[in-house]
């Protein structure tokens, strides 16, 4: 019997820094305990749990939209496998930046969850920069994910100023009922102690709250797709497209199988030159395992092993041109072991 395990959302918007903080406090938990992390994203294909991969933990995938949907059986079924499957002494839980918290904190306040999860508060990154676009300040999600907020975050606090870290403690200043903390943190480092600071229940009572509408449009079916994104799914010749749009954004992705590898250097340039606002994936190059993470002008690179699959993301306002960039990431790509030997 599972109870009171302490668990927690860790959320902010598209490019907050979620991931890397969630990596720096992986690295901090305390010897002999096991933790867990459950992650969604926006898009089918998943990546995040590729930026987690490495640290020693369990981690869970659940891709393709909002995890915090009532009827999200994917929810429930990756929850609950991470429970049976690690026995977690904490579990660390990372919506999408374009996910409902308050959904997903009114269903894990509900049964089947009631009683097996204690939940501490939740911590929410935000680029202070962002505060000075109205894009982001009138986003209902952005809004969302600030409200409900115990532990407000300034990530990235080494990139930006004083103009924009006095705008970020207003915003705090304003907030009813008052934040739990308030703090700026530069390159993921979150205190853990934050972990255990109580959550005010007063921030989202439960209640119901209507299910977001979904528009996925398949390109090619993910084979045994329950948005769990099993690697060992994907045959070494396979090449999957998948493109969603919700709550006012477009993601593309692919997963390509491991027959297939890019040429490193042309690949780097082609992400760089991207203009999305978000881009992230573990792809096979000739040099290895490359791993590529930017939103805005904030970029990651980061040699890895080569991936089972490669996967790419990319994330938009604007509708994305789905055949053109699907034609220039083939380009850059050679495959093997296809059927016949030949490559395509």
């Known amino acids: 019997m599972f109870r009171d395990i302490p668990a927690q959302l860790i959320s902010g918007f598209l490019g907050a820094g979620k991931t890397t903080a969630i990596r720096y406090l992986l690295r901090q938990r305390p010897d002999g305990e096991r933790w867990a992390v459950l992650v969604n994203e926006f898009g089918r294909i998943g990546v995040d749990g590729a930026l987690l991969d490495g640290?020693?933990?369990?981690?869970?995938?659940?891709?393709?939209?909002?995890?915090?949907?009532?009827?999200?059986?994917?929810?429930?079924?990756?929850?609950?496998?991470?429970?049976r499957e690690t026995r977690p002494d904490r579990i660390l839980i990372e919506p999408s930046g374009l996910g409902h918290p308050r959904?997903?904190?009114?269903q894990l306040q509900a049964d089947p969850w009631r009683g097996v999860l204690d939940l501490r508060a939740t911590l929410t990154l935000v680029d202070a920069r962002?505060?000075?676009n109205p894009r982001y300040l009138e986003h209902p999600i952005f809004r969302e994910q600030i409200e409900l907020a115990d532990v407000l975050l300034g990530s990235k606090a080494d990139r930006y100023g004083k103009v924009e870290r006095e705008a970020l403690l207003d915003l705090a200043a304003k907030a009813e009922p008052p934040k739990v903390r308030v703090a700026f943190v530069e390159q993921g480092r979150v205190d853990p102690a934050w972990l255990d600071l109580p959550r005010d229940p007063q921030r989202c009572p439960p209640g119901s709250t209507a299910v977001p509408s979904v528009a996925d449009k398949p390109l090619i079916e993910l084979p045994g797709d329950d948005g769990l994104a099993p690697e060992q799914d994907t045959a070494a010749d396979q090449w999957v497209l998948y493109e969603q749009r919700m709550d006012g954004y477009s993601a593309l992705g692919w997963?390509?199988?491991?027959?297939?590898?890019?040429?490193?250097?042309?690949?780097?340039?082609?992400?760089?030159?991207?203009?999305?606002?978000?881009?992230?994936?573990?792809l096979r190059t000739d040099s290895g395992g490359l791993l590529y993470n930017r939103s805005g002008g904030d970029e990651g690179l980061e040699p890895r092993p080569a991936p089972a699959v490669s996967r790419l993301e990319l994330i938009d306002r604007d509708p994305l041109p789905v055949e053109r960039l699907d034609r220039e990431i083939r380009t850059m790509g050679t495959a093997h072991n296809t059927p016949g030997g030949e490559s395509e």
Not at 56 to 76: D, H, M, N
Not at 255 to 282: N, S
């Open 55 to 83: 640290e020693g933990v369990a981690i869970r995938e659940v891709a393709g939209g909002c995890l915090c949907c009532v009827t999200s059986q994917a929810f429930s079924v990756g929850l609950g496998r991470l429970i």
């Open 103 to 106: 959904r997903l904190l009114e």
């Open 130 to 132: 962002k505060l000075a």
């Open 255 to 282: 997963r390509i199988g491991a027959g297939w590898h890019f040429d490193d250097r042309a690949l780097r340039e082609w992400l760089r030159a991207l203009p999305m606002e978000r881009v992230k994936g573990l």
